[in-house]
């Protein structure tokens, strides 16, 4: 019984964090063909012109130099510029995430282009941000969707023009793309009412990046990176390896700018009326962030401030509330108001991590799931 136990662990483990290279030539390291690509630092792709893996229309440029993220190459997308590639799921439905690397396409321009990334039934746009990134690029993440069953997976990417006066735009350069695949089931452990409490499963890392993966907003739980949980304003996913995390391998950082930020999601199986316990860590992410945070937790309808003096060395505290449960799915969010910045002029803010919440005063009451009837009817079968 234990081996069978331990060989559903490990299942369940590879389907959440496992990630996979689906995509071809995705740091663009093989450069393209028929074209004099060595002869200068931007080439212009033409219709004589192949990309390893990738098909291209609009404005293209093959991009070589030291200073980008990966092996030194990388593509820019001009004046509608779009490049995509069809990839296979494989095996069962997953959610597939892409992280990627956006750089400024240029100095000196009176507006920069967003880069729109699309899925067969997903699309976001975004742009490279000043004051969110101490390194001359920024991590993204986008969630393509859940496919299985050997499925094709269009990616497509192309700029987005924000300003008529093509001449004096940036244009966005991409490089270092990665596709993680993630359980649609996100299994909670300890009782935790809440999924994926922990920030566990979400975007993958990009290898040679310190800087985390940027998540703009995403009001949808489903469609979110950050599984189970949706995105207010901007938040960094942050890893144990170049961050403090509290706890596991991944934490969020909230980053306030102009407006507020955060995270939002719900409890399972809770009763209306019930009492609860929300206990969270709340720290700083060990990246020279220094100031007075303040954090606005909302538990059902009972909210509160909680306020942490950070010196930007990786400090962390336990906070907790309780909270009676307005109805059978309580919301829980953490939002920030305040702007922090480092000594750098980079973003940064709270960290949050090990958000649990509990039926008060006990262990809590979880309805079986898929995963416990497989069990139960596995030990019927060994009866």
């Known amino acids: 019984m234990a081996m069978w136990f331990q060989l559903i662990f490990l299942l369940l483990l590879v389907s959440n964090c ?8 995705s740091g663009f390291e093989s450069p393209p063909l028929n074209s004099n690509a060595s002869s200068s630092a931007f080439v212009l792709l033409d219709q004589n012109s192949t990309l390893p893996g990738w ?21 820019q997308l001009g004046e509608d510029g779009k490049i995509n590639q069809t990839f296979i799921a494989k095996g069962e439905d997953l959610n597939y995430i892409l992280t990627f690397a956006l750089i400024p396409g240029g100095q000196n321009c009176s507006s920069s282009a967003g880069l729109t990334v699309s899925g067969p039934d997903s699309s976001a746009v975004f742009s490279y941000r000043q004051n969110y990134s101490k390194v001359p690029w920024q991590s993204y993440s986008h969630n393509l969707g859940s496919w299985g069953n ?6 497509v990417l192309e700029s987005q023009t924000i300003d008529s006066d093509t001449n004096s735009t940036c244009w966005p350069i991409v490089d270092t793309l990665l596709i993680k695949t993630v359980g649609t089931t996100v299994v909670q452990d300890n009782g935790n009412l809440l999924n994926n409490g922990g920030f566990e499963s979400g975007p993958g890392f990009l290898p040679n990046s310190t800087e985390g993966v940027l998540m703009d907003a995403v009001p949808s739980l489903i469609q979110s990176a950050l599984r189970q949980w949706s995105v207010i304003g901007t938040v960094r996913y942050i890893d144990s390896e170049h961050f403090h995390v509290p706890e596991g391998k991944a934490a969020i950082e909230i980053l306030a700018g102009t407006t507020p930020s955060g995270v939002q999601t719900a409890t399972r199986d809770t ?23 303040v954090v606005g937790v909302q ?12 010196n930007g060395t990786g400090s962390g505290e336990k906070f907790g509330l309780v909270f009676a449960a307005d109805k059978d799915a309580a919301q ?19 960290a949050i991590d090990e958000v649990i919440v509990h039926p ?9 799931t898929w995963l416990l009837l497989f069990f139960a009817l596995l030990y019927l079968a060994v009866l």
């Open 18 to 25: 496992a990630s996979s290279d689906f995509l071809e030539n």
């Open 150 to 155: 050997g499925e094709p997976i269009n990616l």
């Open 360 to 368: 008060l005063g006990g262990a809590a009451s979880v309805k079986p």
């Open 271 to 293: 009763s209306e009326g019930s009492r609860y316990n929300l206990t969270f860590t709340l720290g700083d992410a060990n990246d020279a962030c220094i100031g007075h945070f």
């Open 299 to 310: 538990a059902g309808s009972t909210t509160q401030n909680f306020t942490l003096e950070s």
């Open 332 to 350: 829980i969010s953490f939002t920030s108001y305040s702007v922090t910045m480092t000594k750098e002029d980079v973003l940064c803010g709270p």
């Open 55 to 75: 098909t291209f229309q609009g404005t293209v440029k093959y991009v070589t130099s030291l200073e980008l993220p990966d092996s030194g190459h990388a593509v």
